[in-house]
Nanobody, 126 residues
Framework: VQLVESGGGLQQAGGTLRLSCAAS????????IGWFRQAPGQEPYERVG???????????HVLDDLKGRVTISIDSAKTTVVLEMNSLKPEDTAVYYC?????????????????WGQGTQVTVSS
């Protein structure tokens, strides 16, 4: 059981980022999936929630500061969650992680998420 993120790398400011989180060994059925980011110099406990989605009903939450720039979606097979972020800024540079949990859909607490991906580095160049 693992999560595999992809789609990071060097991005241009003003561009659009598309990150995928694929479930391996399970599906997202009955899970809530969140995307978090850890900026340079931050500790893991300082990861910030970007967006999350419920696989049950598709309900989504996006961090207030990122509303209008971020969308999160899940495929019909419930195996892949996609995060899209437009109008990229250098301050979006971070390692982006996806995480899954069965109990609580939240952007503000890391503890409920019991499955984490390895992270994908996103660097936004000006």
């Amino acid at each position: 059981v693992q999560l595999v993120e992809s789609g990071g790398g060097l991005q241009q400011a003003g561009g659009t980022l598309r990150l995928s989180c694929a479930a391996s060994g399970f599906t997202f059925e009955d899970y809530d999936i969140g995307w978090f980011r850890q900026a340079p110099g931050q500790e893991p406990y300082e990861r910030v929630g970007v967006a999350c989605i419920s696989s049950d009903d598709g309900e989504t939450h996006v961090l207030d500061d990122l509303k209008g720039r971020v969308t999160i979606s899940i495929d019909s097979a419930k195996t892949t969650v996609v995060l899209e972020m437009n109008s990229l800024k250098p301050e979006d540079t971070a390692v982006y992680y996806c995480a899954a949990d069965r109990a609580t859909m939240t952007l503000y607490f890391l503890a409920p998420y019991d499955i984490w991906g390895q992270g994908t580095q996103v660097t936004v160049s000006s």
